[in-house]
């Protein structure tokens, strides 16, 4: 049993040792041992020029971060979380994501930016951000997140083997979660969504914290009879649509679960892609369970009620299915 | 330019029983909180300012009512200071309506329009910018007040504090800038944030008029923070005081103090600025044991009193969730 | 007949008359006259108190406004174009939209933020941004964008008396354009989408740009017969789903057009809640044209490859007709 | 610290034939691009460069080929000195797929991989980190270079400014920021868009050596930029010169210049820095008139070549729009 924290831990560990080339980055993640203790001792372990501790400057050191991979290192920047990622988002969207273009093909970007993101810890609206739609917009960004123990500590591997820049969005509720780990796949796939259980009735597409919420849910729609397929989306940009429209054409219906506020969001897009190529096989309109379209407030009962739970997507799921 | 400074004329009794009760009520509260917090009572962040104390309470004492303040996530002092009910803000940490940010924003966000506080802001420096703003205003719709803004001396890593200097002194607006020097930023050393540690000399980038203060001395504060005041006032310009402290306690409940030695933390903690200035009063004979022995009594019912009222509020209603995203249209 | 432009100025002009409260804050909206000469002699005829020259400081001056706001001013921050807003989005997204929610009511905004956006003047990757998903993404805000010259010149009016920030987004390749203005109607609603063009065979939804485009289209179509409805939704969030579903709904068919890219798009969101709401109304799937994902390329033959053109929303809606 | 700069040395023939060689060509090819963009052969923006001259190229010849060079939107000139062919760039702003960026960046997007050229950067300040990173990285791979990072006064009141110079003290890498201070950003003039208009006071703010020069003087820019160069060489730290400039045109082709008066360009005109240069040479008697004439006829043919060349060259075809977007994975 490995902790998602130890997941995370171990595959930074795993990517200092194999290659020199790559160094962290970012506020707090030596001396400290990481915001959430994520590098803890990996200072004392690598040294203070491969575990780089950096000030208040996120925009300064993600620039900084996307320099260095010009200059042939593979930086992995921590930006401490999405709430702070905004304040770098011109480096990201101006620079990591359009120099290779931009430059007609002559400087590409491999830089890898993990942040932690989401809800559940009562930190109230500033601190709580579920921000993956922003980062999916943009081309020239590969945006993955890690909603599984697995992806957590297999993740990183192949998106530092990645030329162009890389954002993983790692989630803080899960970091005391206790999971067993199936012995690494060699080399995870960073392009393809991934089915986390099978099912004929409803496809569960969701990512991040819904991956786990849409799991129990399906467990207890089991117990009713009901054989939901959970569709963990990984790679938000690009969209593996294959493995997505494989699903529905499968199941002919869709339940879209996540935290991300509803407008605009990675639901949306999963949506409407399958409207375009699943059009003729629904048996029932996609349905969307999103976040609550307001800046999240600090009290339990709040929070909880700003996102979707295991008992809504079950419900949710019933109500489609009595449908028709 | 800066009148003759407050404290440099002695305390008179009723001074100093205020700042002291000040001082002690910060600090009292905060144990509560802290404890309340391992009873879960409390839950997210909760930054604690304990042996910052002198700074918020030698800083607001030189401020009028119409004056604004912000503050940070570090902010239960300055509130306290400042007047919000002491059991509005621990409501508030409790996540209840009766909080003076209706429960939603706890421990980080205390808001109160009364007393022009604005926050409890969480966004390292993002709230700089906008005091400059609540300075333009002030000065456009020609309102003698200054606003007063607090903030660490990691925040001034940040561009947002480059670009609220530099527009503070351009626009030339009263604005009281106050740097929280307390060495540490999370676990980042002050000598790991700022290649230039000699905070003060940054105002001179902007051209700024700057002053530095041991902030472990309430009335070396409050005689800095007068003048300072003054000067702003005075000159309607901006002001960048550094006020030199240390964090006592753990940067928030989630920080394990890996960064720094037990024995630096004992040796500043003999500089306690509560001690310090009560040996002060009682050298002055401005204080006598009877009534701080009152005041601390008074304190622990006042903490207790917020704790009660705390426990006795209400929690929003789920229907309200969405309440306020948008403000309401009287129609 | 007015430029666009002129009715931006109009409009900037007569908020300056109409309210003392209203200053214009910007780079080189002063002495430069504005970037594009939208706020020309504005500081001849205000004075430096009314039209303020900012430094390149986005972040600063936008957090500034905030302030501002705060403090009972009704400031219309210019930002140059959207393409340097990221470096501001910090304070538009964690302080101006959650504010008031976070302050339990106490602390409204009434912010209004204009910046020039869109691509069409061979700008390149980082000048011709059609960023609007991302702001509409952000609950708190108000989204708006003048994709006619009607809205260039009276949005602003009603923006500035809302008590929420908005934010109005205006379009670069639109200013040269003249047209006749339909007298003033009476306080503009900045809550509703609206119908340009009646049509019953289908329902073009666009916005920005997009909506002259459109028009040209379904002027183009009716020669062949067709009937196209164009809706521009104006309102980019919160959007008016009744106008969205009404159109549809008679229509039974869309055709969703804009030039920000693809993924996670306005144009996805529309045709999700058109999916949730309007489904088996539907007589085909909601189709998609939008910007291509890549970075914006100089050369005007790439430039205009790579947002959508009338030809081809024409050639769309004929084989979306034909479909059944 | 410091060698005895290069240019106090005096300068041999073949070296001042190629500074004024570099100096003529570009004035002579943006003379030529602003005709082209009248003649729409080029469009978007176009940034002349015209009357700052002596920085770019007293600035860049202090540099090694190993060296790294990042510059703004106002780069013809920093492309031209450091070495890219000027058929290239001039087919970049024509949007030719045999352009340096491929045609897709146009005028401020010149990029270089042979000649460590990183742009050509259009958003003010974005580029200074992306220095900082390149010279972290050469520090860590222990390569013996440096990275030449140009910008204009207005970027430094971005935070990004601020970001930059402070990890680059912090870090300790080797970054000659160079700020073109040409009084102007677009139509905001230095005191308005700095409270402290003695920019070379900013660097102490962040414990970073600074010096400024007159950016008119072609041999005082040599001077101060092989010093500072050489100080970073050396120490292994950033340096911060001020080059003081003068931009004769307007800001870009879309400029009425309303803000300022036509006599303030008249009388900068009077320190162009390209005749100044001339009549240096002529007195040190190290060029002959024929020398300077034949330069002249040189210069002239090489940008009608950079012309021809472009009118020669192909559009990329549209199937390629989205190409580069991502790495082509070699399969
Ligand atoms: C922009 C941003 N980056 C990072 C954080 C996480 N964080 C919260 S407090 C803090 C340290 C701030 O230090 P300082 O400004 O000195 O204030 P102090 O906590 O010492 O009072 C950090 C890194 C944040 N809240 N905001
Ligand atoms: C972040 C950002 N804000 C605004 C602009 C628009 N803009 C382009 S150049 C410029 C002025 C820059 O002045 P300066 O840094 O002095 O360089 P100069 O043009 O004088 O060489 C502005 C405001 C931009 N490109 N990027
Ligand atoms: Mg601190
Ligand atoms: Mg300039």
């Known amino acids: 049993m490995l902790t998602y924290r130890e997941c995370l831990k171990q595959a930074i560990q795993e990517a200092l040792q194999g290659d020199e080339r790559v160094f962290l980055l970012g506020e707090d993640v030596g001396r400290y041992g990481g915001a959430f203790a994520v590098s803890k001792n990996l200072l004392q372990e690598f040294g203070p020029e491969r575990i780089l501790d950096t000030p208040l400057s996120e925009a300064g050191f993600v620039g900084a971060g996307i320099g260095a991979a010009l200059g042939g290192m593979r930086p992995i920047v921590e930006i401490m979380t999405v709430n702070f990622s905004l304040l770098a988002l011109d480096q990201i969207a101006n620079n990591a994501a359009t120099l290779l273009h931009m430059s007609g093909g002559q400087f590409n970007v491999p830089l890898v930016i993990r942040m932690s993101a989401g809800i559940g810890k009562q930190l109230a ?76 009735d409803i496809s569960l597409i969701t990512y991040g914290t819904g991956v786990y919420k849409a799991l129990e849910a399906a467990e207890e729609l089991a117990t009713a009879g009901i054989e939901a397929e959970v569709l963990d989306l990984r790679i938000l940009r690009p969209l593996d649509d294959d493995t997505i429209m494989a699903s529905v054409s499968k199941t002919n219906r869709a339940l879209l679960v996540e935290d991300a506020s509803r407008s605009v969001s990675i639901s949306s897009e999963v949506s409407t892609r399958i409207m375009e190529k699943c059009f003729y096989e629904l048996d029932a309109p996609v349905a969307r369970l999103c976040g609550a379209e307001v800046p999240i407030p600090y009290p339990k009962h709040l929070e909880d009620a700003a996102v979707p739970q295991p008992a809504q997507i079950v419900s949710m799921v019933k109500k489609i299915l009595q449908h028709d | 330019m800066a009148q003759t400074p407050k404290s440099t004329t002695p305390l008179s009794p009723e001074q100093a029983r205020k700042l002291l009760h000040q001082m002690i009520l910060v600090r009292r509260f905060e144990e509560k909180a802290a ?6 009572k409390i839950r997210g962040f909760l930054h604690l300012y304990i042996g910052e104390e002198a700074v918020a309470v030698g800083v607001l ?60 802001n969480a966004i390292v420096a993002g709230h700089l910018a906008m005091a400059v703003g609540l300075a333009l205003a002030d000065k456009k719709m020609k309102r003698d007040q200054l606003t007063c803004c607090f903030f660490g001396e990691g925040a001034m890593a940040e561009g947002a504090f480059h670009e609220a200097m530099n527009l503070a002194a351009l626009w030339q607006v009263p604005v009281l800038f106050v740097c929280e020097n307390n060495l540490y930023a999370m676990g980042t050393a002050l000598r790991y944030t700022h290649a230039q540690t000699n905070l003060e000399l940054k105002g001179a980038a902007y051209g700024i008029a700057s002053s530095s203060v041991d902030g472990m001395d309430l009335l070396a504060v409050m005689q800095a923070a007068n003048m300072a005041a003054e000067a702003v006032r005075s000159t309607g310009q901006p002001h960048f005081l550094v006020c030199n ?87």
């Open chain 1, 125 to 200: 609206a500033q601190h709580s951000h579920s921000w993956e739609p922003l980062f999916a917009h943009l081309p020239g960004l590969r945006i993955l997140s890690a909603g599984t123990h697995q992806d957590a500590r297999y993740m990183l591997a192949p998106a530092l083997l990645d030329p162009d820049p890389v954002i993983i969005f790692e989630y803080t509720s899960l970091l005391n979660l206790e999971k067993e780990l199936s012995e690494a796949a060699d080399a995870v796939d960073i392009s393809k969504a991934s089915v986390r259980r099978e099912g004929k």
């Open chain 2, 35 to 40: 404890e309340m917090y391992t009873k879960t």
């Open chain 2, 61 to 120: 004492q030189a401020l009028r009512a119409e004056d604004n303040v912000l503050a940070t996530y570090r902010e239960h002092g300055h509130a306290l200071v400042r007047g919000i009910d002491p059991g509005k803000i621990m409501a508030e940490m409790y996540g209840r309506l009766e909080g003076c940010s209706r429960g939603r924003g706890g421990s980080m966000h205390l808001f109160d329009s009364k007393t022009k506080f604005y926050g409890g």
């Open chain 2, 245 to 331: 402290t240390y964090r006592f306690r753990a940067h928030s409940m989630f920080d394990a103090e890996l960064y720094r030695e037990k024995s630096e933390v004992e040796e500043w903690k003999k500089r306690d600025p509560i001690p310090g200035f009560l040996n002060y009063l009682m050298q002055q004979q401005v204080l006598t044991d009877v009534e701080f022995k009152n005041i601390e009594t008074q304190v622990e019912k006042e903490v207790q009193d917020a704790v009660d009222f705390a426990e006795t509020c209400s929690w929003e209603p789920v229907e309200e969730l969405t309440r306020y995203t948008y403000s309401e249209r009287k129609s």
